[in-house]
């Protein structure tokens, strides 16, 4: 029997076809009545492996030259959506030459021919905006050279998907999707002849959503960076096009992007990438930057937490520390257990970081690179410090969380500190995890401490029956710190320190207290357009926690004769394609 989510599921597309079917006979579309700028970044490099017949999207890779984009066996769904969205048109935009415009133009009218009847995934109202902000940005260099009868049906389909945007989206979960199909109902309405009467309703529930789900300090309730991005990408779109065709966007909608600029610029590495929690990556090359000057929001955040996440910069350095609960309820389908990890970047080299999303890999990887161990944090006993529900209903989402995640930020004319704890492990252990971080100003070198409390006779007593569990052996404790990819690590000093040395010529030590075994173990990196997961070290402190107070002490600096400044000229390895 199938369970109450796959029934709404299958309604909800059969709904959506059905929509799709009479959108279709609705009045064409002729002509357009302005073109908004193309805004959006496609990959040279992408384009050109597509006119190859190299074929990669979420993870997967099929080599089919002169193959149909169409013809393609889709591996999973996300493999399908990422086809039906159209994304892929930037990086043959992006490439620009006559094959690629030609290879252009024929999977679009392929795609209407076969799919325009309401066939097919591609109909989801997010899927639909997506799809219509690329062929309305890229509609030139389809257009070029196209007769009248192949741009009256390229007219007609996009007329057909605007009825559909106008009808159906208010179906899509709130978040994401709802901002991708709103902002292209926006475009779709200034841009086309006879569809300027979608433009209001579509912006005041653009406006609408705005208020509902960005926060008063710009943040979403997934509080995923990448996420964050996107919707501030689509926002400052749809406000763009909106002032260049003569309406004002809504005052909800400039102030939602009034917040969320300054949140990105704290979520922003100091190599430009966002940092990577709660299933979000570090961004399309470019995007972030982009989205930032196309807003003219240049203000940053003078204190306080970003979307429950602290920053510390000093120098050339950037730590970033998830410094709340985790998401809850329904925003928690990606979430990971993740609280009090951090993230260290020097100059254009991340160093310090957590395995990522792993969702293009599978289920098996996805549900790893949520657990604790797969972050720059500290597990006790192997268990995570948020656990998965345990109902079907569930399954997906972050149940036992911390209920209590305090901080305290502080700066001196020397350094920039961070203090935070969360109880994740009272309630089975009696300990709270406290982990204090402490950048200095010039950005050489972070000090931390991470310790394990029993904070009251409560948790003392929760923590004695531990130990009994355990015939006073000690709870076992590993802090982890995962290392990127392009870090070189080695034991050093005997054992009691790790070298770290970075592609730029830079070198780090790692130091900790004598009371922790120091050892390097392998880890994964969990980038999303890469073919598999890439192979990387990570750092890991071991121990017992075997009275009420247990502190761990630990360093990352340069040596005192590494240059302020180094002339970082190597390459960062980052490809997007075929690299595995």
């Keep these: 029997m199938p369970r109450k989510d796959e029934f709404s599921a299958r309604v909800t597309r059969l709904v959506n ?29 992408r384009g050109r492996q597509l006119c190859a017949g190299n074929f990669q999207f979420n993870g997967s890779l099929i080599r089919q030259p002169d193959a149909s984009l169409w013809d393609l066996p889709a591996p999973d769904p996300t493999f399908a959506a990422e086809l039906h969205g159209f994304g892929w048109l930037d990086d043959l935009a992006a490439a620009g030459d006559r094959p690629a415009r030609q290879m252009a133009q024929v999977w679009l009218w392929e795609w209407i021919a076969r799919f325009g009847g309401g066939k097919g995934p591609g109909w989801t109202p997010d899927l639909a905006g997506r799809r219509m902000i690329r062929w309305i940005n890229h509609a030139i260099f389809l257009l070029a050279g196209q007769d009248r009868a192949q741009s009256d049906v390229f007219y007609r389909a996009l007329a057909q998907q605007t009825v559909f945007l106008s009808r159906r989206w208010h179906a899509t979960a709130p978040g994401l999707a709802r901002f991708e199909a709103l902002t292209g109902l926006v475009y779709a309405g200034l841009s086309l002849e ?18 509902h789900q960005i926060d008063a300090q710009g943040g979403i309730p997934t509080r995923n960076p990448e996420d964050l991005l996107e919707v501030f990408t689509l926002l400052t779109w749809a406000a763009v096009a909106l002032s260049e065709s003569g309406q004002s966007p809504k005052e909800a909608h400039w102030a939602a992007i009034e917040r969320i600029g300054p949140t990105l610029r704290a979520l922003r590495h100091a190599d430009g990438g ?52 985790p998401p809850s309820g329904d925003a928690s389908g990606s979430a990971h257990a993740s609280t009090l990890a951090f993230e260290l970047t020097s100059g254009r080299r991340p160093l310090i970081v957590n395995c990522g999303g792993g969702k293009s890999f599978g289920a098996d990887w996805r549900r790893a690179g949520r657990a604790t161990p797969s972050h720059s944090t500290l597990t006790l006993c192997g268990q995570s410090s948020s656990r998965l529900g345990a109902a079907a209903r569930d399954r997906d989402r972050l149940m036992a969380t911390p209920g209590a995640v305090p901080i305290r930020l502080s700066s001196t004319p020397d350094a920039h500190a961070f203090e935070g704890g969360h109880d994740g492990y009272v ?31 409560a948790a003392k007593a929760r923590f004695d029956q531990a130990l009994d569990r355990v015939t006073l052996k000690g709870l076992d404790f590993d802090i982890r710190f995962h290392l990127h990819p392009d870090v070189d690590a080695a034991l050093d000093l005997g054992g009691s320190a790790v070298s770290l040395a970075l592609k730029s010529g830079e070198i780090w030590i790692f130091r900790a207290d004598r009371f922790a075994r120091l050892s390097i ?16 070290k990570q750092i890991v402190l071991s121990g017992r926690a075997m009275e009420y107070a247990t502190r761990t002490r630990w360093s990352l600096a340069k040596p005192a004769e590494t240059p302020i400044g180094v002339r970082d000229m190597a390459e960062d390895g980052r490809s997007p394609v075929t690299a595995t």
């Design 274 to 325: 966002l940092a990577r929690f709660h299933g979000g990556g570090r961004g399309l090359e470019g995007r972030l930057d982009a989205a930032l000057a196309a807003s003219g929001m240049k203000a940053r955040k003078s204190d306080g937490l970003a979307m429950g996440f602290a920053r510390l910069g000093g120098g050339r350095s950037s730590v970033i520390v998830d410094a709340s609960s």
């Design 427 to 457: 309630s089975g252990f009696g300990l709270t995890h406290v982990r204090k971080l402490e950048l200095t100003t010039d950005g050489r070198g972070l000090a931390g401490e991470d310790m394990l409390l029993a904070l009251d006779d």
């Design 17 to 45: 076809r059905f929509a799709a079917r009479r959108a279709a006979l609705s009045p064409p579309a002729t002509a357009f009545v302005s073109h908004p700028e193309p805004r959006t970044i496609g990959s040279f490099a």
């Design 194 to 211: 006879g569809m300027s009467h979608h433009v209001t309703p579509a912006a005041t529930a653009l406006a609408r959503e705005c208020s």
């Design 521 to 536: 173990e392998p880890s994964v990196y969990l980038e999303k357009n890469r073919l598999k997961p890439r192979a990387t």
